[in-house]
């Protein structure tokens, strides 16, 4: 009899787990704009053979996030993410075992006051901007025989004592053999980014945004790019037409080898 009444309470804790995936409450936490919020799974849902993936599913209206915007990936058990504006946003993180049947869904409620990102001043804005890795006219030069590019300035935000001395750090994002292409900018949110791409498109030009992962320090920029060639002159042609047809910084706009994606 005993052991039939365990088997009865083990059958009615299963079946409660899975009826209650989608109906837990969600954990409440607050933050503020432009500064990371960190996140962790709950003790009870940390299996070593089960999967965790994080994604959004509500944001405020001035703001497109995705799942590349969790650090340093939305399948791990701790993540953060920036939150580019004030307002609301739900998020949460499903987990599952092995055969891929769902386990748990826990969401979030995340409130975020502070300065809006509309609201920062110019100067504070570039600051999330990936510097150029070298100057166009030092690319046309070694065209033909590319030389290793100068350091990236993204690089200038970490400490001394971590830099790779010995590494040129824009050659850990591999090349395209004999590919060059025109970089606008480089954010570190998809939502900015999307919003520089938008503007470029506007104005005739078939922008693209490019993720780059940096394997030293595991940061990411989502680059907005133009065009793939064949030539730096051609690249360095269409660099002095957006030069001339944006409002975007002309030290901003630089030309590149084509990247893989990373």
Same mark, same amino acid.
């Given at each position: 009899?005993?052991k039939r009444? =365990?088997?009865?309470?083990?059958l009615?804790s299963?079946?409660l787990? +899975?009826?209650?995936?989608? $109906?837990?409450?969600?954990?409440?936490?607050?933050g503020?704009?432009?500064?990371?919020?960190?996140?962790?799974?709950?003790?009870?849902?940390?299996?070593?053979?089960y999967?965790?993936?994080?994604?959004?599913?509500?944001?405020?209206s001035?703001?497109?996030l995705?799942?590349?915007d969790?650090?340093? *990936?939305?399948t791990?058990p701790?993540?953060?993410f920036?939150?580019?504006?004030? +307002?609301?946003y739900?998020?949460?993180?499903?987990?599952?075992?092995?055969? +891929?049947?769902? *386990?748990?869904?826990?969401p979030?409620?995340v409130n975020?006051? +502070?300065?809006q990102?509309?609201?920062?001043?110019?100067?504070?804005?570039?600051t999330?901007?990936?510097?150029?890795e070298?100057s166009?006219?030092?690319?046309?030069e070694t065209?033909?025989e590319?030389?290793?590019?100068?350091?990236? &300035?993204?690089?200038a935000?970490?400490?001394?004592?971590t830099?790779?001395k010995?590494?040129?750090?824009?050659? =850990?994002?591999?090349?395209?053999?004999?590919?060059?292409?025109?970089?606008?900018?480089?954010?570190r949110?998809?939502?900015?980014?999307?919003?520089?791409a938008?503007t470029? &498109?506007? =104005?005739?030009?078939?922008?693209?945004?490019?993720r780059?992962k940096?394997? $030293?320090?595991?940061?990411?920029?989502?680059?907005?790019?133009?065009?793939?060639?064949?030539?730096?002159?051609?690249?360095?042609?269409?660099r002095? &037409?957006?030069?001339?047809?944006?409002e =975007?910084?002309?030290e901003?706009?630089?030309?590149?080898?084509q990247?893989k994606?990373?």
């Open positions: 009899m005993r009444q =365990l088997i009865l309470i083990g009615i299963l079946l787990i +899975g009826c209650g995936a989608d $109906d837990r409450t969600p954990i409440e936490q607050s503020t704009a432009n500064q990371p919020v960190n996140l962790e799974i709950q003790a009870d849902d940390m299996q070593a053979d999967m965790v993936e994080w994604s959004f599913t509500e944001t405020p001035t703001v497109s995705s799942q590349y969790f650090q340093p *990936i939305n791990s701790q993540v953060s920036i939150p580019p504006d004030t +307002g609301m739900r998020l949460q993180y499903a987990v599952t075992d092995q055969s +891929g049947e769902e *386990i748990a869904v826990q979030f409620v975020v006051s +502070g300065r990102q509309q609201k920062m001043t110019e100067e504070e804005d570039t999330a901007m990936e510097q150029p070298e166009t006219e030092e690319m046309a065209a033909e590319p030389a290793k590019p100068k350091p990236s &300035k993204e690089k935000s970490q400490p001394t004592s830099r790779q010995s590494t040129d750090r824009a050659d =850990l994002i591999p090349r395209v053999p004999g590919r060059y292409t025109v970089q606008v900018s480089a954010w949110t998809f939502s900015k980014a999307e919003s520089v938008n470029v &498109k506007k =104005l005739g030009y078939d922008a693209y945004i490019q780059a940096f394997p $030293d320090t595991g940061q990411v920029w989502y680059r907005v790019r133009v065009g793939s060639f064949s030539s730096p002159e051609a690249a360095k042609s269409l002095r &037409k957006l030069v001339s047809e944006s =975007l910084p002309d901003s706009i630089w030309v590149d080898f990247r994606d990373s």
